[in-house]
């Protein structure tokens, strides 16, 4: 039995209309193929919530290379809802349980930097192959970004994650600025991500392990998604102060908020449909994280957006009207010229070719001053 097993959660937001369960091999090109297997969140104790999870150990261990630690296991979870779980489990020849809480954190912190950049490319090569192959249906980016046919990868910006220890009766205290909160059975809040769990940490009880870290892991899957609609929210905002003429439509933003806040009450209803103890370590883990005060900036952020964007719409409808109407004010003189040429033709039937092209030349001249002093006119009144 490992003394102390190190599991770093890292939720990535994505957002997807559907999982499609019958694809049942995903090949990752120069890295090999992987096989989703359908599964549950164990904690659920009335609906069942499924998951498509995929075993990411051997090209983890191929792509990855931490001094000291060894990848045990390396499992990505794949949420109904709009968020796919990366599961890091490590083992350290050092004994953890000689550092305090603070120490824990920094290495923890360390160890997540290199694990984000060593990984980064092998995550995205994951998930495009896994979008590829059809298993997400119709993958929603924000609007002002790239299109759905050019998605490479989530923005890192938005990825959070959490830091588990798994120790027989673990030692260590908590910070003394974390409120105290009823938890369920053997979890320990140790700081805001940073949890210690009371449980058997053999890596062969990975998938167990896995269940037990199901609260506070959806929890930071919620923090995620609302940090990814937010930095979504700012890019379209830094557009429209530079006035930049992007892919920025209302009705497609609202589109994808749409998409963004049902992921996200999808996976708030965990607070009811989990059993009893994960649902007050569930409620714990959003206290701590402040999960309710992230969700509020975003909600004000997110309507500023929309706000602007159809400010920007109607303005944008206005622009159209001036040009449209300046077209109509020009084709009515070229009307108007014509029918005068008409009038001249009929009026004057026998004149000389000289008088014929100075008519002609008047009508021209009058219909471009006529054109000029509309299409001014046009102009100043919109500005």
């Known amino acids: 039995m490992t003394d102390v097993l190190h599991v770093q959660t890292r939720a990535y937001p994505l957002h997807y209309t559907s999982l499609d369960p019958a694809?049942?091999?995903?090949?990752?090109?120069?890295?090999?193929?992987?096989?989703p297997v359908p599964g549950t969140l164990g904690t659920v104790a009335y609906n069942s919530e499924e998951t498509l999870d995929v075993d990411l150990t051997d090209i983890a261990r191929a792509a990855v290379s931490l001094p000291e630690i060894t990848i045990v296991?390396?499992?990505?979870?794949?949420?109904?809802?709009?968020?796919?779980?990366?599961?890091?489990?490590?083992?350290?020849?050092?004994?953890?349980?000689?550092?305090?809480?603070?120490?824990?954190?920094?290495?923890?912190?360390?160890?997540?930097?290199?694990?984000?950049?060593?990984?980064?490319?092998m995550l995205r090569d994951v998930l495009a192959g896994?979008?590829?192959?059809?298993?997400?249906?119709?993958?929603v980016v924000p609007p002002g970004g790239a299109a759905a046919l050019d998605w490479t990868e989530v923005d890192p910006r938005a990825v959070r994650y959490n830091c588990h220890f798994i120790a027989d009766r673990p030692s260590w205290s908590p910070d003394r600025r974390v409120p105290t909160l009823v938890l369920g059975a053997?979890?320990?809040?140790?700081?805001?991500?940073?949890?210690?769990?009371?449980?058997?940490?053999?890596?062969?009880r990975?998938?167990?392990?896995?269940?037990?870290?199901e609260p506070a892991d959806i929890a930071v899957a919620q923090q995620s998604v609302l940090v990814g609609a937010g930095l979504g929210g700012r890019r379209i905002l830094t557009e429209l102060a530079c006035g930049t003429l992007g892919r920025l439509e209302g009705p497609e933003f609202r589109r994808f908020l749409d998409g963004v806040w049902a992921d996200y009450h999808r996976l708030d209803a965990y607070r009811v449909e989990s059993g009893q103890d994960h649902r007050a370590t569930y409620i714990a883990a959003r206290e701590t994280i402040g999960l309710d005060g992230t969700h509020e900036r975003a909600e004000k952020l997110l309507a500023h957006v929309n706000a602007s964007?159809?400010?920007?719409?109607?303005?944008?409808?206005?622009?159209?009207?001036?040009?449209?109407?300046?077209?109509?004010?020009?084709?009515t003189v070229v009307a108007s010229a014509a029918f005068l040429l008409d009038i001249?033709?009929?009026?004057?039937?026998?004149?000389?070719?000289?008088?014929?092209?100075?008519?002609?030349?008047?009508?021209?001249?009058?219909?471009?001053?006529m054109l000029a002093a509309t299409i001014f006119w046009s102009r100043r009144t919109e500005r």
């Open 23 to 35: 694809v049942k091999r995903v090949v990752v090109p120069g890295r090999g193929e992987l096989y």
């Open 73 to 121: 296991a390396c499992r990505i979870r794949i949420l109904a809802a709009g968020a796919v779980l990366v599961a890091y489990a490590l083992a350290h020849t050092a004994d953890l349980r000689t550092l305090d809480v603070h120490a824990l954190d920094e290495l923890d912190a360390a160890i997540n930097r290199e694990l984000r950049e060593a990984d980064r490319a």
């Open 130 to 139: 896994a979008r590829q192959s059809g298993l997400f249906r119709q993958v």
């Open 186 to 204: 053997h979890c320990q809040i140790l700081l805001p991500y940073t949890y210690a769990w009371d449980a058997d940490p053999s890596p062969e």
């Open 206 to 213: 990975f998938d167990d392990i896995l269940t037990m870290l």
């Open 309 to 331: 964007l159809l400010a920007e719409s109607s303005l944008r409808s206005a622009r159209l009207d001036g040009r449209l109407n300046r077209v109509a004010a020009a084709l």
């Open 344 to 369: 001249a033709a009929f009026l004057l039937p026998n004149v000389s070719g000289r008088m014929r092209m100075a008519t002609v030349s008047g009508v021209a001249l009058l219909a471009v001053g």
